[in-house]
């Protein structure tokens, strides 16, 4: 089985900055697809950033300029770094990964991490 471990979401006043990072373990063969997503009260999830393990990424417009991703293509991991946030951030960041699970080289799976808070207010 494959598990995504998120860490570092908290409370930080606007303006403030904050680092996310998740951690894949288990059966994993490659990573194809890791990053971010985010889902404020009443609204639908939606996609903050991911990067390819070749190094493409893909933003959000709002965070475009303020967020950056990170990966360690070795370690199975991904971060967020986060700038200049405001309170229209506060959301559940949840990490994903599409990946191919060792032993079976031909098919993507899906992966979700539990969610971790970020809540930006004065």
């Known amino acids: 089985q494959v598990q995504l471990v998120e860490s570092g979401g908290g409370s930080v006043q606007p303006g403030g900055s904050l680092r996310l990072s998740c951690a894949a373990s288990?059966?994993?063969?490659?990573?194809?697809?890791m990053g971010w997503y985010r889902q404020a009260p009443g609204k639908e999830r939606e996609l903050v950033a991911l990067m390819s393990s070749s190094g493409s990424t893909n933003y959000a417009d709002s965070v475009k300029g303020r967020f950056t991703i990170s990966r360690d293509n070795a370690k199975n991991m991904v971060s967020l770094a986060m700038n200049s946030l405001n309170p229209e951030a506060t959301a559940v960041y949840y990490c994903?990964?599409?990946?191919?699970?060792?032993?079976?080289?031909?098919?993507?799976?899906?992966?979700w991490g539990q969610g971790t808070q970020v809540t930006v207010s004065s």
């Open positions: 288990g059966r994993i063969f490659s990573i194809n697809l």
């Open positions: 994903k990964a599409i990946l191919q699970r060792s032993g079976i080289p031909d098919r993507l799976f899906d992966y």
